[in-house]
């Protein structure tokens, strides 16, 4: 019996278990694995919405109570330079939360993994925070700060900081307790562990955090502005909806909800791009393999 030990066959070694990127067609610069998940809610948004259209248009029923989708963006065109005004408010406020929430939250976090009895001091509190619903504080938050700009923005922050906390502290905790015991045999100080190992292995998890806070940042300003209710033209789509609803605007209200489900969506889709370039070389939830 003959053991081959030639290069070629070797097996096991770093090189066989390097990943290999799959190379695929693409189709308008996309590859074609992809299109079925774009064309296909496509397909059902256009099926959904022509049955909507038909239902309004056959059973006759007023743009004041359920508008079609025709008259919908006929008005999103109409109304574009309020609506559009209002969406910058809006996202003004989404963006500079989520900034906010990313801050603390990931400086929370590195405190937390370096001092536990710090974690168990202050982490029942940002727990409370996150499960007190932000409708019921909002008024607080506004008759104590005064600015309803700076308002807003707390209230959007505490809706949002919270996942970035969660996860960023569980993926920072994460890290492989032999590559940790590995950098304390070879005499490495805690910057230099958080440094290369802890923050690497926490990145993922970082991310998925951010995926969920950007709608959560969202949905938190829209809920401030309802609540705090300011107008005026530089007040945000959520006023906009509540002085649709007043005058009977109903297709300009559609509109509005129309922006904000777009916005929501923009968000989601821009974070998980940020999220794939970040690991799509390296780690296994984003690497493409072969079968």
Known sequence: MSTDLSPTSAKGTDQDAAPVYAQEETVLGLPKSRWPGILAPLAMGVIFLSVWEGIVRLKGIPPYILPGPGIIFQTLITDWPTLSVALWVTLRITFAALIAAVSVGVALAILFTQSKWLERSLLPYAIVLQVTPVVSIAPLIIIWVGD?????????WIVAFFPILSNTIMGLNSADHNLVALFQLYGANRWQTLRYLRLPAALPYFLSGLKISGGLALIGAVVAEFVAGTGGSASGLAYRILESGYQLKIPRMFAALLMISMSGIAIF????YIAHRLLFRWHESAIKRES
């Open 148 to 156: 309803v700009n700076l308002s807003l923005l707390i209230c959007a």
């Open 269 to 272: 889709l821009a974070t998980s």
